[in-house]
């Protein structure tokens, strides 16, 4: 509650009573509420006291819904307010790792989001959130929006913080000059001893108010005997203004100017590194913005209602108006309507969307009016798939993250033993106990460990923020640095470097059956492979019902049909299975495969029944995408499990020269570890069920968003929009990311090897000391911003 004199007070009479306001817009707003009868509620509320709000305790049942759980561990996300420099994270993990049942504890510095698994038999989350909070960083569930909240409210509070400190420091840089002035050309006591109490009041807000952060974080970082880089702020800032209050009583000259202004530059690059971690985080709270929380519920009677999405599950039926967006994932089930996936894939053509045709989450119908069977709930959409992914990219260490953590813990330690050692030995060497002091306090504020752990949380979160903008999904930062490293890169055939659509070409039917196109149709109806697509296609009438189907990966399909086996796959399949395959058939099926054609062969009841010949083209971005990575050094290399010809003449088509051919999905699995035990390390592009074994073997897995579902749960990398080119950009982009942060540890291990023995020799000034570490920090944030362009 603030006092406001009468002389400023706006003044009003309602209902014949004279009332004081401070300002027009509270005069309004009684107006207001008086108008409306609504202030009888305020006339209630009689326990109402004056201040903040007094500080409510975290309660489990908050994040009940963030929490995973397999049955004996459980798993959450939350994001940690406090969190001030590498050494927090250190603390958070170290202290975390250190309670009974706690399997795993990650903090991300540059999102202060943080990643807990537990043992459910062991430990509680009550317990957790307890000791987070004892330590002094208040947990908050991770909801819409409420990092970007964070951050901005992190944001203003520093900016509040530095607006004081810049102000009273540059009235204090006036009167320290003239102190400056007086110490060279002499001046009065009287003078000398007014412009030292002045500064003395100058400074007190800055070190105080503005500092005081930093004080608290230092006191609790002692009291948690874990030393963080606000201790040697506040030791720095607290030695001078302490030692300038003591000479001021003893007759010796005052530092208030290098208390406050270590605060103010330090609170400026705070402020700097607040900004680009809200701007980073905004990317991604921009996607999460694209999905609606209300959608229009279609009841029995076809009538519609506005309902929070929370309360719509599957099977619900639900209707999207031109220009509004898709809320959930779903099926048309009427109308027709022009829909911009951008967002998704990249491509700004809009897509037609009809009876049947499949939608998604935060896309845009443009024009016309839908009906759409949702296929599952808010947190089931493609899209929160996608956030999940983004943000446990975010949340997922990097390996060469371990060298700042390493450093983390014993850092700040060092550097007070450091300091202490500088002290000592000036002092031994007969300087002056100012000198002394100041050279002291220069290595305390000089050194810098919030370099070190920006140099890779923030250029990963920015890096991925940055390809998945363009439909690029990394699951960690690990994964990124994988990708960074690859010296070989190893495609599938179909589907990946082919369009995965091929088209019935040559029909043999050896008489067999009277029902041989027929009998294949509907066996090949119940695969999933693209060449059983096309052979189901290529039958227009009814299909047959099949008994005990089966899919043998990597070598074709089987079935019981009106009482006969009937098998159609590869050569390999039919002989596995000891059917006899005829010189003449084998010849056949060595002229389809010389022209470019899969083979599929086909038995009835163990007699050669058929052939079949397919032709799948290449794509058109194949060859772009080979010519660019061909152009970073890279190795190329075909594994397929289709014949030998057909790999050699789609290979000869796109340029590659390595192709191994005939490859079932253990084979693929062991090429690919033969590839790493000889020293490469591996990218494995692939798209189907029989990929999955290679794709979890190779460094990287990387699928496509037409990909399989078994397919991109077992890769690192999704690449939702179709495009074969976006391959070389993550490539490209992920070596980008990580010479980034090379440079970022090298400047900041650089940075304290330089930097830290200049203060301890008395080079540098503390004020000067302040300025240098505040710009370490915004050097790194600087040089990982790069990486928002592709």
Request: charged share 20%; proline share 3%.
């Amino acid at each position: 509650m603030q006092e406001v004199p009468a002389s400023a007070a706006v003044t009003a009479v309602i209902d014949g009573e004279t009332r004081n306001f401070c300002c027009h817009g509270c005069l309004g707003v009684y107006e207001l509420i008086h108008s409306q009868s609504l202030d009888a509620f305020y006339r209630q509320r009689c326990d109402w006291q004056p201040g903040r709000p007094a500080f409510a305790a975290v309660e489990a049942k908050e994040f009940a819904g963030d929490i995973v759980s397999d049955g004996s561990k459980s798993r959450i996300e939350m994001l940690l307010s406090g969190i001030r420099c590498a050494s927090c994270v250190w603390l958070v993990e170290k202290v975390l790792s250190r309670l009974d049942g706690i399997v795993s504890a990650r903090v991300n510095y540059a999102t202060h989001r943080a990643t807990i698994v537990w043992r459910n038999d062991v430990v509680t989350l009550d317990a957790i959130l307890k000791t987070l909070s004892g330590i002094g960083y208040l947990p908050r569930p991770v909801r819409h929006g409420t990092q970007v909240e964070l951050f901005s409210a992190e944001k203003r509070d520093l900016l509040l913080r530095f607006g004081t400190a810049g102000f009273f420091s540059m009235q204090l840089m006036l009167i320290i000059a003239a102190l400056y002035a007086g110490f060279f050309q002499g001046i009065e006591h009287a003078y000398r001893l007014a412009f030292q109490l002045i500064s003395w009041a100058l400074a007190t807000p800055v070190v105080f108010y503005s500092g005081f952060p930093f004080i608290s974080n230092a006191l609790r970082s002692i009291k948690n005997r874990a030393l963080n880089m606000d201790v040697l702020v506040a030791l720095g800032s607290l030695s001078a203004y302490f030692y300038s209050v003591a000479m001021i009583f003893t007759g010796g000259e005052v530092f208030f100017d290098t208390s406050a202004m270590i605060v103010t530059f330090i609170l400026l690059g705070r402020f700097l590194e607040a900004g680009s971690r809200l701007k980073a985080g905004s990317a991604l709270a921009a996607l999460a913005d694209l999905q609606p929380r209300e959608a229009l519920l279609v009841d029995a009677n076809g009538q519609t209602t506005l309902t929070p999405l929370e309360r719509i599950g599957e099977g619900a039926l639900i209707e999207v108006l031109p220009g509004d967006r898709v809320p959930l994932d779903g099926a048309v089930t009427s109308g027709e309507a022009d829909v911009d996936e951008s967002m998704l894939t990249g491509e700004s053509a809009p897509v037609t969307k009809s009876a049947g045709s499949t939608v998604y989450a935060g896309t845009c119908a443009i024009t016309g009016r839908l009906r759409i069977r949702v296929s599952g709930n808010a947190k089931q959409t493609l899209l929160a798939s996608i956030i999940r992914t983004v943000e446990e990219a975010q949340a997922r260490k990097a390996p060469i993250q371990g060298v700042a953590d390493k450093v983390a813990g014993w850092f700040v330690p060092a550097t007070i033993l450091l300091a202490t050692a500088t002290f000592a030995w000036w002092r031994l060497a007969g300087a002056p106990p100012v000198s002394a002091l100041m050279n002291a306090v220069s290595v305390l504020v000089i050194a810098c460990p919030c370099a070190l752990g920006l140099a890779t949380p923030l250029a990963i979160l920015v890096g991925t923020t940055a390809v998945s903008r363009k439909g690029i999904l990394v699951k960690g930062g690990d994964i990124f640095e994988s990708v960074s490293k690859t010296t070989t890169v190893v495609f599938d055939k179909t589907g990946t470097i082919t369009r995965g659509a091929p088209a019935l070409t040559d029909t043999f039917d050896y008489g067999v059956s009277s029902r041989f196109m027929q009998c294949c149709a509907s066996l090949e109806s119940l695969s999933r492979h693209p060449a059983g697509r096309a052979i189901a296609e290529g039958w227009p009438g009814e299909m047959l019902p099949v008994e005990a189907f089966r899919a043998v990966t990597g070598m074709g399909v089987s079935g019981v049909i009106s009482g006969e086996a009937w098998l159609a796959g590869s050569r390999s399949l039919l002989e596995k299975e000891e059917v006899a395959i005829s010189d003449e058939c084998l010849a056949e099926a060595a002229r389809l495969e010389a022209s470019g054609k899969t083979t599929v062969f086909v038995a009835c009841d163990r007699k050669l029944a058929g052939l079949f010949g397919l032709i799948d083209e290449l794509r058109d971005d194949a060859r772009r995408m080979i010519e660019a990575l061909r152009a970073q050094g890279l190795r190329l290399m075909i594994l397929t499990g289709d014949n030998a010809g057909v790999a050699r003449y789609i290979a000869g088509r796109c340029g590659i020269t390595e192709v191994r051919a005939g490859l079932d999905p253990i084979g693929k699995a062991d090429a690919i570890r033969e590839l790493k035990r000889s020293g490469e390390t591996v990218l494995m592009a692939g798209d189907g069920i029989n990929d999955a074994p290679a794709l979890t073997e190779a460094d990287t897995g990387v699928t496509f968003g037409t990909a399989t579902g078994i397919a991109i749960e077992s890769a690192g990398v999704t690449i939702m929009n179709d495009d074969l080119e976006l391959l070389g950009t993550l490539l490209a982009h992920s070596r980008k990311c990580f010479a980034v942060i090379r440079q970022n540890l090298a400047w900041a291990f650089g940075y304290n090897l330089i930097a830290v023995p200049l203060a301890v020799t008395g080079m540098l000034h503390p004020i000067v000391s302040a300025l240098l570490m505040a710009t370490s920090s915004l050097v790194v944030v600087g040089n990982s911003l790069r990486l928002r362009k592709l």
